[in-house]
């Protein structure tokens, strides 16, 4: 059982914080889904927040310790599931990413995989008594770490794929590594982005990709969707238009307005001191995470909260990017605001690990 004295050990701070977040997210949701077939899914959401404190609190009780030893059979669970969902998953908007649940709900077992590759990666790096990650360690992580990513790319779902890349990448850089390494992976990366261009990218997502620099090439078409997001953004003014006001929103200008670019809908509706604040609380999180992992009791425990840490800030960046047109649309979620319950979970799930790492600290 775990030593810790109370539950004033528990981070309060990160949990109250990430609730607030959640808050806003159900707010916006509910407004952005009014009167459309959406309607409704705030209260999902509810239920899906409601569950992830559940399983935070689990996974705050066993030992992280206990969790990286199962690592290589939580790895084979979420390769077979990975398969499972290719194979037998709900086809939505071209993308075979979900199996279908009771009450509407739905899995998408890449976003649990995310847990999966966190673990992984603190496994495997505490294991390194190297003082930098060594040539065939590192082929090693970066093998077992591509392979569920060719899995998701295959669904397709490229967004959710390169967000396992972070985690491996922070993990890297904590360890070190030999600087001719690091030119070498630049150097291959350089030479495969053509290819992959090429032989790759379906045609869609090369559209996205160059469409982000001149979404006015195609406004209504692959441009659409970053056009409606910066006019509601810029619409939103200092103070926003209130809730169930945003013309962009309620008129349905804006695609998905509670999922991808929910951020759109909520500077619309609560404008630019409303995303200055959601920002600092995101901001907030990123602080007490990186707290937790500079007092964790060892190697594992940082690896694991600046994983978290790192998967969260990418997200962030991304989706806040792709909202004002500055980063491609690649289908990436708002954490713990965006509406989808696996994302949700997930979030939580990590925040949990961060908790857990903390609550070990004050083991001998």
């Not at 916006?28 to 077939?37: G, W």
């Not at 060892?298 to 909260?305: E, F, N, P, T």
Request: include cysteine.
């Amino acid at each position: 059982m775990p030593n810790y004295r109370s539950l004033r050990d528990f981070d309060w701070t990160l949990w109250g914080v990430t609730l607030l977040i959640c808050s806003l997210g159900v707010l916006q949701i509910y407004s952005a889904t009014r009167d459309t077939i959406w309607r409704g899914v705030w209260a999902k959401q509810i239920i899906c927040i409601a569950a992830g404190i559940v399983l935070a609190w689990v996974i705050s009780r066993i030992d992280y310790h206990t969790l990286l030893g199962h690592v290589p059979l939580m790895y084979l669970a979420m390769m077979v599931m990975l398969i499972v969902t290719f194979v037998l998953g709900t086809k939505i908007f071209g993308s075979r990413r979900w199996i279908p649940l009771f009450g509407g709900f739905h899995l998408q077992i890449s976003e649990f995989a995310k847990l999966v590759i966190v673990l992984l990666v603190a496994r495997f790096l505490s294991a390194v008594r190297n003082d930098r990650l060594e040539l065939e360690d590192l082929l090693k992580l970066c093998g077992l770490v591509a392979l569920p990513m060719v899995l998701v790319m295959k669904q397709p779902d490229l967004g959710t794929s390169l967000t396992y890349l972070p985690v491996l990448g922070v993990g890297i850089f904590l360890v070190g590594l030999r600087w001719q390494y690091v030119a070498a992976i630049v150097a291959l990366c350089v030479l495969l982005m053509p290819a992959g261009w090429y032989f790759y990218l379906k045609d869609y997502q090369k559209a996205r990709l160059t469409t982000f620099v001149d979404p006015e090439r195609d406004p209504k078409g692959t441009g659409y969707q970053v056009i409606q997001s910066k006019i509601a953004v810029g619409s939103g003014g200092p103070w926003g238009k209130g809730v169930t006001k945003g013309s962009q929103t309620q008129l349905r200008f804006l695609p998905v307005p509670h999922t991808d670019f929910i951020m759109a809908a909520f500077a619309e509706e609560h404008g630019f001191v409303g995303v200055v604040v959601v920002l600092g609380l995101y901001l907030l999180l990123l602080l007490q995470i990186v707290q937790n992992a500079q007092t964790a009791p060892d190697k594992a425990g940082i690896y694991i909260c600046m994983g978290v840490g790192m998967l969260l800030l990418f997200h962030l960046l991304v989706n806040v990017g792709m909202v004002v047109g500055r980063m491609p649309v690649t289908g990436i979620p708002l954490p713990l605001m965006s509406n989808g319950g696996s994302s949700v979970l997930t979030m939580f799930m990590m925040l949990g690990l961060v908790n857990n790492v903390r609550l070990r600290r004050f083991v001998n």
